[in-house]
Nanobody
């Protein structure tokens, strides 16, 4: 299983970006997909996650500004980021809790990270 993230970049404060992450491989079921972020010297933190029933969870710092969604047919998760702030600058990692064909267990998979930089 591979998770390929895209959509990061440089944006001014108040602007918007949309991240995408596609999961590929011998996938049987995707339970949770989400986005985490990590800045140097800090722990990786949850930004937003969405389960297979389309129930979403957000970090308090992004509520009302970020929206997570998923397209189950495409094994893709999106993160629409609006009203971006300089403190949102980070490397964003895609995460998937996935069961592969032939397995009975769910495992965590991570994408390669995409850099989001918000200038003031």
């Amino acid at each position: 299983v591979q998770l390929q993230a895209s959509g990061g970049g440089l944006v001014q404060a108040g602007g918007s970006l949309r991240l995408s992450c596609v999961a590929s491989g011998r996938i049987n079921f995707i339970n949770v997909m989400g986005w985490y972020r990590q800045t140097p010297g800090k722990q990786r933190e949850l930004v937003a996650a969405i389960i297979s029933g389309d129930i979403a969870n957000y970090a308090d710092s992004v509520k009302g500004r970020f929206t997570i969604s998923r397209d189950n047919a495409k094994n893709t998760v999106y993160l629409q980021m609006n009203s971006l702030k300089p403190e949102d600058t980070s490397v964003y990692y895609c995460h998937g809790n996935i069961r592969v064909i032939g397995s009975y267990t769910l495992r965590d998979y991570w994408g390669q990270g995409t850099l989001v930089t918000v200038s003031s």
